[in-house]
C-alpha cells in the first residue's frame, strides 16, 4: 500500500500536459496553410492551368462568382486582370482548350445571362456558345470537352464537343441536373445528376443509385487512375464519400470511406484522399480505403468552404484549394514520402533535377547490379508521352536528359505534373516531376 502525493500527482498532471499541448502545437505548426494572392481574396469556384500565352502564375486561371467577378488571371506583368460579361453575372467553372488561345467559362447567378461562353486570349472577347441556366461545370478531359448545368426540378442537361467548335446535347441526359463528369483509366466515362452515378463503357450508359445527391468525382492519379471517388451529400447524417466499385461496364456497389456533412470536392495528396467540405464542415485527410479514420486538417484557418483543388507548380508535394476567402497553399503535411524512391532495400534509387524544370531535366538512377531497365515519362492519366531508355543495363549509376518533349511527334509536352517510371530487375518505382512554363 502506498499514498499519492496530491500536489505531486498535480504537478505531473500540469506538466503532462503542457507537453502533449507542445507536441500538438509542434505538429499543427509543421504544416504550412499559406494564403496566396491578395487580389483573390475573395471566393474562387474553380482553376485550371493554360499554355497560352501572356498569363502568368504557371497559367493559372481563375473562376470568380458573384458580383464584379468572371473569369482573371495574373499577365506577365504581375496584374490580375479580370474580364466578365456583366457586372451581376460571375464564373462558376473554366476549361483550357490546349491548343488555341481560348478559355471555356461556365458563367451563372441564376439568371436569363447564364450560359457557356469562349473567352478568346487574344482579343479578350467572349463569345456566346448557349444560354442555359444554372450551370455547373465546364472540363475538358481526353475524350473532348463536357459542359453540364440544371436544377432538380427536371431541368438540364449534359454538352459535349470533341474540339470546343461544335457544341451538342447527349440526349441521355436530357432533362437532367449533371454535376460532374470524369474519365477513368480505359475511357471509362462516369457522370453525376442528382443521386445517381452513370457510367459509360464504348457507347452504353448505365446508373446506380446512391444514397444522396453527388456533388464531385474523383478519378486518382496514375498508376491508381482506375479508382474513382464521388463526395455525396447536402447537409444529412447520410453524407459521405465512397468508392465506386465496377467492371465490365456496370456499377457493382458502393465501398464507404466515411461519413462527412457536405463532401463537396474531393483530391489527393500523396497516398491520401482530401475531402473539402461546405458550411465551415472542415477539410480532411484520409485513406483510400474502407471505413478509414479522417483526420482533420487546416481548423485554425478562415474558411468555411472549399470550392475546388489544384496542384501548385512548385513546394511539391501540396495542393492549393480555392475556399471562399481565396487560396491556400497547403505543404508539409506529414504523410509525404521521400522524394527520392528506394526500392528493395536500396538496390536502386531514382532522383532528377532541377524539379521542377523548363526546359529540361536530369533524370538520374544507380543499379547495384545488372538488370533489365524500362524507364519512361508518364503524364497523370496514365498515357506514356516519351521512353527515355530500354534494355539492359550495367550495376552503377547512369543518367539521361529529357528536354521536355513528347515521343510521338517531338512537339512540347506542355507544363503540369509528370511521372517518371523506371522499372529494373522486375521492380518499379515513380518519381513526380513538374515542368513549368
Not at 496584374?79 to 451563372?108: C, H, K, Q, W
Not at 531514382?350 to 524544370?357: L, M
Request: hydrophobic content about 40%; charged content about 20%.
Amino acid at each position: 500500500m502506498f499514498r499519492v502525493n496530491r500536489l505531486l500527482f498535480g504537478k505531473c498532471v500540469i506538466f503532462l500536459f503542457f507537453v502533449f499541448a507542445a507536441v500538438a502545437l509542434w505538429a499543427q505548426e509543421d504544416r504550412d496553410f499559406d494564403l496566396l494572392y491578395p487580389e483573390l481574396q475573395r471566393p474562387v469556384y474553380d482553376m485550371i492551368y493554360s499554355d497560352a500565352a501572356g498569363i502568368s502564375e504557371y497559367g493559372l486561371v481563375f473562376a470568380i462568382p458573384g458580383m464584379n467577378a468572371g473569369i482573371a488571371y495574373y499577365t506577365y506583368i504581375n496584374t490580375l486582370e479580370m474580364y466578365s460579361i456583366a457586372t451581376n453575372l460571375g464564373a462558376v467553372s473554366v476549361a483550357s482548350d490546349g491548343i488555341n488561345p481560348r478559355i471555356f467559362a461556365a458563367f451563372g447567378c441564376g439568371s436569363n445571362s447564364d450560359g457557356l461562353y469562349e473567352f478568346d486570349l487574344s482579343s479578350h472577347e467572349f463569345d456566346l456558345i448557349g444560354w442555359y441556366m444554372n450551370p455547373k461545370f465546364v472540363k475538358k478531359l481526353d475524350s473532348g470537352f463536357y459542359f453540364g448545368y440544371g436544377y432538380a426540378t427536371g431541368y438540364g442537361g449534359l454538352l459535349f464537343s470533341e474540339d470546343g467548335d461544335i457544341w451538342s446535347e447527349i440526349s441521355y441526359f436530357n432533362g437532367l441536373c449533371v454535376t460532374d463528369i470524369e474519365q477513368a483509366a480505359g475511357e471509362v466515362l462516369f457522370a453525376s445528376a442528382g443521386n445517381f452515378i452513370y457510367l459509360k463503357d464504348e457507347e452504353t450508359w448505365t446508373s446506380y443509385e446512391v444514397p444522396v445527391v453527388i456533388n464531385d468525382i474523383y478519378v486518382r492519379n496514375y498508376p491508381y487512375n482506375e479508382e474513382v471517388y464521388i463526395a455525396c451529400g447536402d447537409g444529412t447524417d447520410s453524407d459521405a464519400v465512397y468508392r465506386v466499385e465496377y467492371a465490365e461496364g456496370e456499377i457493382s456497389g458502393l465501398t464507404l470511406i466515411n461519413w462527412f456533412f457536405e463532401p463537396y470536392r474531393l483530391y489527393e495528396y500523396e497516398e491520401m484522399l482530401v475531402v473539402g467540405c461546405l458550411n465551415d464542415n472542415g477539410l480532411f485527410l484520409v485513406e483510400p480505403e474502407e471505413m478509414s479514420e479522417p483526420e482533420e486538417i487546416g481548423a485554425e484557418l478562415d474558411f468555411t468552404e472549399v470550392y475546388c483543388f489544384e496542384t501548385y507548380p512548385i513546394y511539391t508535394p501540396n495542393f492549393i484549394m480555392g475556399t471562399d476567402v481565396g487560396i491556400y497553399l497547403v505543404t508539409n503535411l506529414g504523410n509525404a514520402v521521400d522524394e527520392e524512391l528506394i526500392i528493395d532495400n536500396g538496390q536502386w534509387i531514382i532522383t532528377n533535377y532541377p524539379n521542377p524544370f523548363n526546359p529540361s531535366t536530369r533524370i538520374e538512377f544507380e543499379l547495384a547490379r545488372d538488370a533489365e531497365v524500362d524507364l519512361a515519362i508518364y503524364n497523370f492519366k496514365g498515357q506514356m508521352v516519351k521512353r527515355l531508355m530500354h534494355g539492359e543495363m550495367s550495376s552503377g549509376k547512369h543518367f539521361v536528359d529529357w528536354d521536355g518533349l513528347n515521343g510521338q511527334d517531338g512537339q512540347n509536352a506542355g507544363s503540369g505534373i509528370y511521372l517518371v517510371r523506371l522499372e529494373a530487375g522486375g521492380q518499379v518505382a515513380c518519381r513526380k516531376i513538374m515542368m513549368i512554363k
